[in-house]
Every structure is written in C-alpha cells, then in structure tokens.
C-alpha cells in the first residue's frame, strides 16, 4: 500500500499538469515546449489563365530536415469546384479550447475567397494525406448570413468557428461581418455582429480585455479585378480599424488612421493574454500602427513604423510604396516581421519597447525594383542601390515575399509570395506564368537577423498540374497566427 501511495504521489503533479485540450496552456509554454514543425499545409491557387478549367487545392509540404522528402510536396488535396480561390485557413479548435479535453485539433477551415465555399478538411485522420470532412455551399452562407469573400478564421473557446466577410453576398460593400459556425457538426449558425460595417478583412480578440479588433481592405468587387489607385480615392478601399465589445458583439470605435493608413489588412494583438495593445500593418500606407487601451477605457491608436516610397520611373506611378501585405508577432511578443511585396524584403523589428520599434534584421528576395527590372529608383530614402536578382537551384525568384509563418520557436520563418491572382497577375505576371515559391528564412533570435537558407526550396512552377501561386501557410500543432489564450 505504501509503495502504491508513493507511485501516486510522483504521478500527480504530472496529472495536475497534464493538458488534455489542443494547443498550449500560454504562448510562452509553445516557445519552450513546442516541437519543431515536420509539415505544413498551405493553399494553391490556380493562376488567371487556368482557373477556368483547373481547380486549386490544399498542399501538404515535408519541413522535417531529416526526411527524405524535406522540401518537397508529399499530398495535394484537390477542391471538386473551380474559381474558389483559396487563401487564407484556421482551425476548429486552438489553445484557446487548451483546458477542453473534449476538443481536439484536427479539422482545417478553409474558404474559398471569391467562390464563398467553405470547405471543412479532416487533418486528425491521416495528418500527411488531408480529406474532405464536409462542405458547407456558398448559397447557403448567403442566405443566412448575407456576407460573401470569406477571409479570416478563428476558433473560439465556446468552441463556435468564426470567419470574417469581407463584403455582401454580391461584392459590394454594403455590408460586412462574420460567419459563425457549430465547432461540432459545422453547420451555419448565423452572424456574430450586433452592429453594422461596410468593409471588413482581419480580426484578432482578447478576451480577458472583453475586445475584439477588426481592419479593412476593400470592396470584393473592386479588389477582385486587381487594384486601381483612383478607386482608394472613390472610397472603395478601406483606412479604419474597429473596435467591438467581445461580450455583446457590437461596435464600440471605429479609429480612423487617415491616407496614412490606407488599407489596413493585418491585425495581431500581442499573445499575451493580459495584454492591451497590439499591431496593424497597412498596406497602401506602408506603414504599422500600434493600437491600445487608454487610461480612460477606450482605444486609441500611435503610428510606429513608416517606411518610405521609393521614387521610380518605368512604373505604374511616379512613387513605389513598399506595400506591407502581412505582418506576425513572434509567439515571445519580443519581435514583429513584416514583408514589403512591392520592395521585396522582409523585416524584423525589436519591439521590446512597444512604441518603438527597432529594425534589427532585414533580407531581400524579389520585388518590383531589382537591379535588372524595367523599373528605375531615382530617388531611394534606405538603399544605395537597387537589389540583385536571387536564384535558389538555378531559378530565378520571381514575385516578392508575402505571406509567412514564424515557427514556435521563433527561429525559422516560410514564405511564400503570391498575394491573390489577379493582383498577381496585375504585378508580377511571370510568377503567374512559371509559379510560386516557398523559403525558408533563418532568425537569429538574439541578436536580430534574418538570412535566406538556400537549401531549401519548394518550387511551385513544378507542379503535376502546372504552375500554381502559394498563399497562406498553416502548421498542424498551431502557430503565430492562428492560437489565441484566454
């Protein structure tokens, strides 16, 4: 009996400790704790002149350094519809659900960005060979809810889905808002919103703070022909972030960052849970604004990074902005990366001091002012000259970095460059004709840096199928941009 007692006692702290829900207990026990990442899953996108007769798919990649298959496509799921235009994903259940032993990681939410599908994907069964669980039809998303191109998606600790809309179930924007879905049966359960907007993008919620942030792009219909700079001016395009009451789900501020903030896309409150601030990166503006919780109670908000335009000749303007198309937080909240599509270099920045961050590591890969483009910078704030071309195995790298994922432990960053198609298409037609990338970054963690790992690469103009454009890239354990505590 005594021996048995004794058993019990060193096997209950580890009982006591022991999580039986998804994810991690805080964001810091990921950074320790965390395993490495052995394969990532991310969304292919046919390019213009095949999305017609082609359908996109869902990409599992081998990330493990030590398998034979490192750096190489190991499945493709592919969509039985054309023309969804697949983008960005989220799960059913994250580290928000940590303390729910009844919740469990293994179902990826996927929307189609201009179809409005909403494809449900079994990811538990078979991690490296991902099917399909259900389908929910743009019709029916329509119908009750009212809201079209479906973009951002999070899982919540009630165990409900939710994606935000972008605009109508038309493309206007007469309306935006938020899909929620059942977390069991993923059936449609209606709109989150208690209080109206027009446009919508990204949203991030703290819910010890009672608050969730939402941002902007632009009218679908506008956006989804490419961009044209007059219709920023005709109001199509969004510059404001808002701010709800997590509780009630109704607007309490809009913050109005003006042309300096002009397209707000990426919002990412800091992963501390007690937390009252956090970052947006705006892409026309190029610019990041800190956002915060004043004395009094309210929100208000603080520019923080400017970069500046490059003047160009042999461009569609006389100036170039750096277009800041996605930003992350380090899962330490110690940094904040950032890519510049137009420019062609990611960022890191110290953000230890929250108003202030320092730039402490920079890399360039692509972009629209290399040394060799049609392109001339004859006036240039940062560089002395313009950037050469990179190749990676003999091949050029076309397009710019875009999006990207930091891993857990904030040593390793993927990328991948292709913004949305017909965008693409508008800004770097030759990704579209020869395909998208994926590179791996390495970080130096102490001192800041960021250097290109040449050996690897996966190369999406290689594709069975064709040329294809890599988007938003998801890791199966959770990461930076999809877990949220509570």
Same mark, same amino acid.
């Given at each position: $009996?005594?021996?048995?007692? #004794?058993?019990?006692?060193?096997?209950?702290?580890?009982?006591? =400790?022991?999580?039986?829900?998804?994810?991690?207990?805080?964001?810091?026990?990921?950074?320790?704790?965390?395993?490495?990442?052995?394969?990532?899953?991310?969304?292919?996108?046919?390019?213009?002149?095949?999305?017609?007769?082609?359908?996109?798919?869902?990409?599992?990649?081998?990330?493990?350094?030590?398998?034979?298959?490192?750096?190489?496509? +190991?499945?493709?799921?592919?969509?039985?519809?054309?023309? #969804?235009?697949?983008?960005?994903?989220?799960?059913?259940?994250?580290?928000?659900?940590?303390?729910?032993? %009844?919740?469990?990681?293994?179902?990826?939410?996927?929307?189609?960005?201009?179809?409005?599908?909403?494809?449900? +994907?079994?990811?538990?069964?078979?991690?490296?060979?991902?099917?399909?669980?259900?389908?929910?039809?743009?019709?029916?998303?329509?119908?009750?809810?009212?809201?079209?191109?479906?973009?951002?998606?999070?899982?919540?600790?009630?165990?409900?889905?939710?994606?935000?809309?972008?605009?109508?179930?038309?493309?206007?924007?007469?309306?935006?808002?938020?899909?929620?879905?059942?977390?069991?049966?993923?059936?449609?359960?209606?709109?989150?919103?208690?209080?109206?907007?027009?446009?919508?993008?990204?949203?991030?919620?703290?819910?010890?703070?009672?608050? $969730?942030? %939402?941002?902007?792009?632009?009218?679908?219909?506008?956006?989804?022909?490419?961009?044209?700079?007059?219709?920023?001016?005709?109001?199509?395009?969004?510059?404001?972030?808002?701010?709800?009451?997590?509780?009630?789900?109704?607007?309490?501020?809009?913050?109005?960052?003006?042309?300096?903030?002009? +397209?707000?896309?990426?919002?990412?409150?800091?992963?501390?849970?007690?937390?009252?601030?956090?970052?947006?990166?705006?892409?026309?503006?190029?610019?990041?604004?800190?956002?915060?919780?004043?004395?009094?109670?309210?929100?208000?908000?603080?520019?923080?990074?400017?970069?500046?335009?490059?003047?160009?000749?042999?461009?569609?303007?006389?100036? $170039?902005?750096?277009?800041?198309?996605?930003?992350?937080?380090?899962?330490?909240?110690?940094?904040?990366?950032?890519?510049?599509?137009?420019?062609?270099?990611?960022? =890191?920045?110290?953000?230890?001091?929250?108003?202030?961050?320092?730039?402490?590591?920079?890399?360039?890969?692509?972009? %629209?002012?290399?040394?060799?483009?049609?392109?001339?910078?004859?006036?240039?704030?940062?560089?002395?000259?313009?950037?050469?071309?990179?190749?990676?195995?003999?091949?050029?790298?076309?397009?710019?970095?875009?999006?990207?994922?930091?891993?857990?432990?904030?040593?390793?960053?993927?990328?991948?460059?292709?913004?949305?198609?017909?965008?693409?298409?508008?800004?770097?037609?030759?990704?579209?004709?020869?395909?998208?990338?994926?590179?791996?970054?390495?970080?130096?963690?102490?001192?800041?840096?960021?250097?290109?790992?040449?050996?690897?690469?996966?190369?999406?103009?290689?594709?069975?199928?064709?040329?294809?454009?890599?988007?938003?890239?998801?890791?199966?354990?959770?990461?930076?941009?999809? #877990? +949220?505590?509570?």
């Amino acid at each position: $009996m005594a021996a048995a007692a #004794d058993r019990l006692k060193t096997i209950a702290p580890a009982v006591k =400790q022991c999580h039986c829900g998804p994810g991690y207990k805080t964001p810091m026990d990921a950074v320790k704790n965390g395993p490495r990442e052995k394969i990532v899953y991310l969304p292919c996108i046919q390019p213009p002149h095949t999305k017609k007769f082609k359908p996109d798919y869902l990409a599992t990649v081998d990330v493990d350094p030590v398998s034979p298959t490192y750096s190489k496509v +190991i499945h493709r799921l592919l969509m039985p519809y054309l023309e #969804d235009e697949l983008h960005h994903s989220g799960w059913n259940a994250c580290s928000s659900c940590y303390d729910d032993p %009844s919740k469990a990681r293994n179902r990826l939410i996927l929307p189609g960005l201009n179809s409005d599908r909403i494809y449900v +994907i079994d990811v538990g069964t078979d991690p490296r060979e991902p099917r399909f669980h259900k389908i929910i039809e743009p019709g029916d998303v329509h119908k009750m809810t009212g809201l079209g191109a479906l973009h951002t998606s999070h899982c919540l600790a009630s165990g409900e889905i939710m994606i935000s809309g972008i605009g109508d179930a038309k493309g206007d924007k007469s309306k935006s808002g938020f899909v929620l879905l059942d977390g069991e049966d993923f059936s449609l359960k209606g709109n989150w919103e208690r209080s109206h907007i027009t446009i919508g993008y990204d949203f991030w919620y703290q819910p010890r703070h009672n608050v $969730m942030v %939402s941002t902007e792009w632009g009218m679908p219909n506008a956006w989804r022909k490419g961009f044209k700079p007059e219709e920023y001016t005709q109001g199509l395009y969004g510059h404001s972030i808002h701010v709800w009451d997590w509780t009630t789900h109704e607007k309490l501020q809009t913050l109005d960052f003006g042309d300096d903030g002009a +397209i707000p896309l990426e919002v990412k409150f800091l992963h501390d849970p007690n937390a009252t601030m956090g970052y947006v990166g705006c892409a026309l503006g190029s610019t990041v604004y800190l956002f915060y919780k004043t004395p009094k109670g309210d929100w208000d908000f603080q520019k923080v990074i400017q970069i500046p335009s490059k003047k160009v000749e042999g461009w569609a303007l006389p100036e $170039m902005p750096s277009l800041i198309s996605a930003i992350v937080v380090s899962l330490d909240d110690r940094f904040l990366y950032l890519s510049n599509w137009l420019h062609g270099d990611m960022r =890191q920045y110290d953000i230890t001091d929250r108003r202030n961050p320092k730039l402490v590591g920079q890399v360039f890969i692509a972009g %629209s002012i290399l040394s060799d483009s049609a392109v001339k910078v004859t006036k240039d704030e940062e560089l002395e000259s313009q950037p050469e071309p990179r190749y990676i195995n003999g091949k050029r790298l076309e397009g710019s970095p875009q999006m990207f994922q930091v891993s857990l432990d904030g040593k390793r960053i993927y990328v991948t460059n292709s913004l949305m198609s017909a965008w693409d298409q508008q800004f770097y037609p030759e990704m579209c004709k020869k395909g998208s990338w994926m590179l791996q970054i390495d970080v130096d963690t102490d001192n800041g840096g960021l250097t290109l790992n040449d050996k690897f690469f996966v190369d999406f103009g290689a594709e069975p199928f064709g040329p294809v454009l890599a988007h938003e890239i998801r890791y199966p354990g959770g990461d930076c941009t999809s #877990d +949220i505590w509570i």
